[in-house]
């Protein structure tokens, strides 16, 4: 198993623009959830999903998008992209409401 | 909602001691609680989880321990070595009635020579 997998892995933005992060996991996991971290900060939850069709919004979801057609596929939407969404953004998936596994990250900067 | 407090923000050991990390929760019905490490440039990876029904649970030289009356829980690492250099990540969750882990903010540890 690939486990969790996330694409791109850099990527430069100009304000304004828009762009979709993807994330896919090979696991058959129903929770996936999306989480930015910030330099040298903790990570803050975005978006989540319980399963195919269902997502619900995390703490830090201005700004963003998802959604959940596949149980593999999670992409996040940056609409807009502002220099404040420069961060590293990280997927997990998981079985149950535990444990979380975590795909490489993506690593976004505005300009 | 669950609010987790993380202490210390940094911790600094020589090679060959203890460290001690120590979480609060705020929701007396969290069940689940996992400890992560982040490794610079890296993804968070879990390393040792307990549940509420458990007081201890150990893992080679790292154990956690859990106080559910006084709602925290704590990492312990034992003969520190430098690979355990890293950010630790303390969470918390009410696996009953939430599908989120609550995060704390994160504890960077030094090891030194």
């Known amino acids: 198993n690939a486990g969790v997998t996330q694409t791109p892995k850099f990527r430069i933005l100009k304000i304004g623009q828009s762009m979709t992060l993807q994330c896919t996991q090979d696991m058959n996991h129903n929770y996936m959830y999306w989480y930015r971290q910030d330099p040298g900060m903790g990570l803050k939850l975005i978006y989540y999903?319980?399963?195919?069709?269902?997502?619900d919004k995390g703490e830090v979801p201005n700004g963003y998008n998802v959604s959940r057609s596949t149980t593999e596929d999670f992409p996040l939407r940056l609409e807009l992209a502002a220099p404040s969404q420069t961060s590293v953004y990280f997927c997990a998936s998981g079985t149950s409401r535990e444990t979380q596994y975590f795909g490489p990250g993506t690593r976004l900067l505005v300009l | 909602g669950e609010n987790v407090e993380q202490h210390p923000s940094t911790l600094s050991v020589q090679e060959g001691d203890s460290a001690v990390i120590k979480c609060t929760y705020s929701d007396s019905a969290s069940n689940y609680f996992p400890w992560y490490k982040q490794e610079l440039g890296k993804r968070p990876q879990l390393i040792i989880d307990i549940r509420s029904n458990v007081g201890e649970k150990k893992d080679q030289r790292i154990a956690v321990t859990l106080n559910k009356t006084a709602k925290h829980f704590s990492l312990h690492i034992t003969e520190t070595q430098p690979e355990d250099s890293a950010v630790y990540f303390c969470?918390?969750?009410?696996?009953?009635?939430?599908?989120?882990?609550?995060f704390g903010t994160g504890t960077r540890l030094q090891v030194t020579l």
């Open positions: 969470a918390a969750a009410n696996t009953g009635t939430a599908s989120k882990l609550t």
């Open positions: 999903s319980v399963g195919a069709g269902i997502t």
